[in-house]
């Protein structure tokens, strides 16, 4: 068998773990295509994976492994039972928990293939196809409208650019909150009413002070912790927080004292709530698309690293050095 490069990880642990190596080139088999891979998403999930934490709604992977679940290219390849017209197409998928996207060809199930829209580079495709499908889970249960004011943290990230969009788009009033001088003018390019700071002392009273006497209605948190506290603190009555996550490390602290006192709700718009959705994560994944092929959510791809570089890339997602969606590109 030929060989290609890949990442690959041999032990549980810091970046450094992930190995740049030659491996013997993917098979596809019965309904699979092979992807000669142009960009490979990288994610938060992916370095509690490469830590070997077990907390999270994932089970570890066997190892050595090949990281990555979010891949996009052109079929080379396919296996038996697959349609020859998938041959040469340009495609998106997201390998679930198969993984095997950090290298330079991956093999993916026929039935998670989507057509790359002609408007889309690869790198804006493998955003939409994890973190977009996210992002358009987290909207449907928002129900945004022109009378929201809506509240995003990490609002630079690559979940956080869009929904900020997505306010926007609904005619909402909308403030970003990111951490750096860099981050908050990037909110601020992306047309949010306010972008501030949380990394200064006082941020939630620069939020209100930037409203102007108004009170968020949404806050959308994947921060939780502490960030994601002052974020429900600054809702008004019967406002509704929505979380997706908790990238701080851990989540939201609330109470039900919290939600009675101002009548607010609080929902969780990933996990079981993905999965019950009719159309399910394809259904997700197929919109998430079809948005950024027509304009209304443009990704900001933040940052692209070489294949070779993997382990710089998860370093600069976990130190938090990262705007928008992180990329590889073999």
């Keep these: 068998m030929t060989g290609m490069h890949a990442i690959q990880q041999h032990e549980f642990g810091p970046a450094e773990k992930l190995v740049y190596e030659e491996v013997d080139d993917p098979v596809p088999g019965e309904g699979q295509a092979r992807i000669a891979v142009e960009a490979a998403g990288v994610h938060l999930v992916d370095t509690l994976i490469r830590n070997g934490e077990t907390g999270g709604p994932f089970p570890l992977p066997d190892l050595p492994m090949i990281p990555g679940r979010e891949v996009a290219g052109t079929v080379d390849a396919t296996g038996s039972g697959v349609d020859a017209r998938w041959l040469g197409q340009r495609v998106v998928a997201h390998l679930g928990m198969a993984s095997g996207g950090y290298a330079e060809l991956a093999v993916a199930a026929v039935g998670s293939l989507h057509e790359i829209p002609d408007t889309l580079t690869p790198e804006a495709a493998v955003a939409m196809i994890g973190t977009g499908r996210t992002t358009i889970a987290i909207l449907e249960l928002g129900e945004l409208t022109s009378d929201d004011v809506v509240l995003v943290t990490a609002a630079a990230g690559g979940i956080g650019n869009l929904l900020v969009q997505a306010a926007r788009n ?161």
């Design 170 to 330: 609904a005619g909402a009033a909308v403030v970003g909150v990111a951490g750096g001088p860099a981050k908050v003018e990037q909110v601020r390019a992306l047309g949010a009413t306010a972008a501030v700071d949380y990394r200064a002392p006082d941020w939630t009273k620069a939020v209100t002070d930037a409203l102007d006497g108004r009170e968020p209605t949404v806050a959308f948190d994947g921060v939780g912790g502490a960030l994601g506290r002052g974020a429900l603190e600054l809702l008004g009555p019967g406002g509704r927080l929505i979380m997706f996550g908790w990238s701080s490390g851990e989540p939201t602290p609330l109470t039900t004292h919290d939600l009675y006192a101002r009548g607010l709700t609080a929902s969780v718009a990933i996990g079981p709530r993905i999965q019950q959705r009719r159309g399910g994560l394809r259904g997700l994944e197929a919109e998430a698309l079809a948005e950024a092929a027509a304009g209304r959510l443009v990704p900001l791809v933040g940052q692209t690293f070489p294949l070779a570089r993997a382990a710089d890339a998860h370093t600069a997602l976990e130190t938090r050095a990262t705007m928008g969606k992180v990329v590889l590109v073999p």
